[in-house]
């Protein structure tokens, strides 16, 4: 069955490293792959995607690589601040309607 | 107010009763998506829609049922509540090939 893990359930950072969140995924082919950002109490919203035939895509401080013969993304927050600490949530297109499949998540803290 | 927004953001309810939960987008997205998270799960999708009157079945849908009348809105209706749908719910619109717009959720529980 298809399958999608971040494998960190939380990570913690001392303010100004870079955090490096990692999503796996097996039984996949995916077109492209999604990052979200999501706030306690608040829906997700979405950072980035990034298409299969694109190795990296980078926005302001943030940086995807998408590897699909290791089947993995890599999500990069560079110079990390307190006001990046949230839940990042990694999504693949699952099928043909534009359905996506979410990983669990990475809780990211950035202690001052 | 242009967006996606969810009706009620709160709602508490009782095992057996028929309870609907609200979503409206203002921007005629085509596609439009239900989810539930729960701890330890993740988001779930439980049913999504191509259109007006074209639905499907997610991960996850026993229990539930959707109607696509309109375009702007997507109603999930819970026909008998069971506590194993006590969760929040969040309702997601897009276009064809990109990024998907989440609304506020919804916190259900049921008793």
């Known amino acids: 069955s298809q399958k999608i893990e971040q494998n960190s359930e939380a990570l913690n950072i001392q303010e100004g490293k870079t955090a490096t969140l990692t999503c796996n995924y097996t039984?996949?082919?995916?077109?492209?792959l999604q990052w979200y950002r999501q706030d306690p109490g608040r829906g997700p919203v979405f950072l980035l995607l990034i298409r299969e035939n694109e190795k990296e895509k980078r926005k302001e401080r943030l940086k995807v690589t998408f590897d699909t013969t290791l089947k993995q993304s890599l999500f990069h927050i560079t110079a990390s601040q307190p006001a990046d600490s949230a839940t990042y949530l990694c999504?693949?297109?699952?099928?043909?309607?534009?359905?996506?499949?979410f990983g669990k998540g990475t809780k990211l803290s950035v202690k001052p | 107010d242009a967006g996606i927004t969810q009706s009620p953001r709160y709602k508490i309810t009782e095992t057996g009763r028929q309870v609907t939960l609200m979503c409206h987008q203002t921007?005629?997205?085509?596609?439009m998506f239900w989810y539930r998270q729960d701890l330890g799960h993740g988001l779930r999708l439980i049913y999504y829609?191509?259109?007006?009157?074209?639905?499907d079945k997610g991960e996850v849908p026993d229990g539930y049922v959707v109607s696509r009348s309109k375009t702007e809105n997507f109603p999930l209706t819970l026909e008998s509540a069971t506590r194993s749908q006590t969760s929040v719910y969040f309702c997601?619109?897009?276009?064809?090939?990109?990024?998907?717009?989440f609304g506020p959720g919804t916190r259900l529980t049921v008793l």
């Open positions: 921007w005629s997205h085509s596609y």
């Open positions: 997601a619109s897009k276009e064809s090939g990109g990024q998907q717009f």
């Open positions: 829609s191509a259109a007006a009157d074209i639905t």
């Open positions: 039984n996949y082919s995916p077109a492209y």
């Open positions: 999504a693949l297109l699952a099928g043909s309607q534009g359905n996506l499949i």
